[in-house]
């Protein structure tokens, strides 16, 4: 068995889409940023308004050789910081 480890750092082509509203969940257009400079996952209500924002990740997987078999990966992203207005805990 091979394993391989591939660390990402957030770039360019990294981001997070964001959609807001009065309603729950909100319609209408969805938000796209991929500067890589401020990646977050939130939903929240602020001013009335409801604020959903999911995180995107692309890393480069070309070293895997065509054929193999991939039969589990995982994710273990670093929280650098937070926001907590209403002392429930993060998880990540």
Do not use: C, E
């Amino acid at each position: 068995m091979t394993v391989s480890t591939f660390s990402i750092a957030a770039t360019a082509g990294d981001g997070q889409t964001d959609q807001a509203g009065a309603a729950y969940p909100p319609t209408g257009t969805i938000g796209v940023t991929t500067d890589g400079q401020n990646i977050a996952a939130n939903r929240q209500v602020s001013g009335g308004n409801f604020n959903v924002q999911a995180l995107f990740f692309r890393w480069d997987t070309s070293s895997i050789p065509d054929g193999d078999t991939v039969k589990a990966a995982d994710f273990k992203p670093h929280v650098r910081s937070k926001t907590d207005s209403d002392a429930r805990s993060l998880v990540a």
